[in-house]
């Protein structure tokens, strides 16, 4: 019954690599997201999308490219991976305009060697 | 300077003790103001969040909001051993972005 799913949990990848990251949420929210958390715990949002739309893009390279096939989905494509691009990427949905009960998934903890 | 500034700690206080966290901001645009608790390897999980100046109570938690003061807190009380986590204010516009501080770890001594 998990609320924000996100596959993998887990992904270690080689430098070049392209990778995908999936999130589907079951609760029936217009609006979801994709936050980065570095090394310092600091989450930054990356983009937001709401009934498929993009309505933010926070000045993320565009080797990032998030996809949202219907609104239970965002997806986030990330081309020629870099080492700088290790971090938690959590998906968020909220149910409210203005993401003030943005409910968060688990994470996925990519790490670049 | 930051947006959002809260102070890393660590922090660890022993069990039962009342625990304050807080949060200080430089725009004063900012409307709505939250909490999130995280535990390791985990996703953020809501606490709470506020809209006005004042107090908001839930259980063993308060949340603060002073604007004139662009200051928020969050208060534990009878604080457990299983409320040891990283705790993250958040604030924003009234838009989609949510603007997180640092994070503040706090750790309950039984």
């Known amino acids: 019954d998990t609320a924000v799913s996100q596959t993998p949990k887990y992904l270690v990848t080689q430098m070049g690599n392209d990778k995908s990251i999936k999130c589907e949420q079951n609760?029936?929210?217009?609006?979801m997201y994709w936050y980065k958390q570095d090394s310092k715990k600091f989450l930054k949002i990356m983009f937001s999308y709401n009934n498929k739309e993009l309505i933010i893009n926070e000045t993320v390279p565009n080797r990032f490219s998030p996809k949202s096939p219907d609104k239970a989905h965002l997806n986030l494509h990330i081309n020629s991976l870099e080492l700088g691009d290790s971090a938690v990427y959590f998906c968020?949905?909220?149910?409210?305009?203005?993401?003030?009960?943005?409910?968060f998934g688990q994470g996925t903890r990519l790490t670049v060697v | 300077q930051k947006e959002v500034e809260q102070d890393p700690g660590p922090l660890s206080v022993p069990e039962g003790a009342i625990v304050s966290l807080n949060c200080t901001y430089s725009n004063s645009a900012f409307q709505y103001f939250m909490w999130y608790r995280q535990y390791s390897r985990k996703g953020p999980e809501l606490l709470m969040y506020?809209?006005?100046?004042g107090n908001k109570e839930d259980g063993r938690f308060t949340a603060q909001v002073d604007k004139s003061s662009k200051y928020i807190s969050l208060f534990i009380r009878d604080s457990q051993p299983s409320d040891s986590a990283t705790y993250l204010c958040?604030?924003?516009?009234?838009?989609?972005?949510?603007?997180f501080g640092t994070g503040t770890r706090l750790t309950i001594i039984p």
């Open positions: 958040a604030m924003n516009f009234g838009n989609e972005k949510l603007t």
């Open positions: 968020a949905s909220s149910p409210l305009t203005g993401a003030r009960a943005a409910f």
């Open positions: 609760l029936g929210h217009d609006t």
């Open positions: 506020t809209y006005s100046s």
